[in-house]
């Protein structure tokens, strides 16, 4: 019920390519649902975020795709480029008054010029 | 603002030995936490806070202490060090339950190893 399940664990693009992470969910008390973003040796830092009362959310090349019905959310990388090699987390906030997150395992992108 | 910072950056300790991992934020955030990062598992919350005087155990606690005397200082222990303590640890603050704001910050981590 806690968990947050995310895939692929790996993903490689091509540069200017679209990369595709996805994450599923359980628990319909989970009310708001960011990507972070970490590279080699820091700590994750927040990428995009999204409420559940909405569908998608762009910021700039980084796109949130939300599905409250099939309980699932996905993140989209438009015009990948070799910066963006990190790895994602994808996370869901557990609700209520305190603001526990629960993470996906994680993906690791490569982005190849 | 220096925002989240941790001490030490890497530490390594026998089986057996005890340690205090240091964090602190400038944020005036009143939820501070802790994870650990293992390859493949993601990040596991071990404790948290909601306030000064305030903790709670996460998803994985064991062997593991914390107190938040002050709203800046969080510092997690080893009680007795195991190779399975063996990760990567972060701690991270934000605001509590506001709405206009749930980012969690981290700070630039502790590698730890249990030899």
């Known amino acids: 019920q806690q968990q947050v399940k995310q895939s692929p664990q790996s993903l490689i693009v091509q540069k200017g390519g679209i990369s595709i992470i996805n994450c599923a969910y359980e628990?319909?008390?989970?009310?708001?649902f960011p990507w972070y973003q970490q590279f080699p040796g820091k700590g994750p830092a927040l990428l995009i975020a999204?409420?559940?009362?909405?569908s998608e959310k762009k910021e700039g090349r980084f796109t949130i795709s939300f599905n409250k019905s099939a309980k699932q959310f996905s993140l989209h990388i438009m015009d990948s480029q070799p910066g963006d090699s990190a790895t994602y987390f994808c996370?869901?906030?557990?609700?209520?008054?305190?603001?526990?997150?629960?993470f996906g395992t994680g993906t690791l992108l490569a982005v190849q010029p | 603002n220096a925002g989240v910072t941790q001490t030490p950056k890497f530490q390594v300790l026998k089986t057996g030995q005890s340690m205090t991992l240091q964090c602190a934020q400038d944020?005036?955030?009143?939820?501070m936490s802790w994870y650990r990062q293992d390859p493949g598992m993601g990040l596991r919350l071990i404790h948290y806070?909601?306030?000064?005087?305030?903790?709670d155990q996460g998803e994985v606690p064991n062997g593991y202490n914390v107190s938040r005397s002050t709203t800046e200082d969080f510092p997690l222990r080893l009680l007795s060090a195991a190779p399975s303590q063996t990760s990567v640890y972060f701690c991270?603050?934000?605001?509590?339950?506001?709405?206009?704001?749930?980012?969690?910050?981290f700070g630039p981590g502790t590698r730890l190893t249990v030899t």
């Open positions: 806070s909601v306030g000064a005087g305030i903790t």
């Open positions: 999204i409420r559940p009362d909405v």
């Open positions: 991270a603050s934000s605001y509590e339950g506001q709405s206009f704001s749930y980012e969690q910050y």
């Open positions: 628990n319909t008390a989970f009310d708001y």
């Open positions: 996370a869901a906030r557990a609700g209520g008054a305190t603001n526990k997150l629960i």
């Open positions: 944020m005036n955030h009143e939820y």
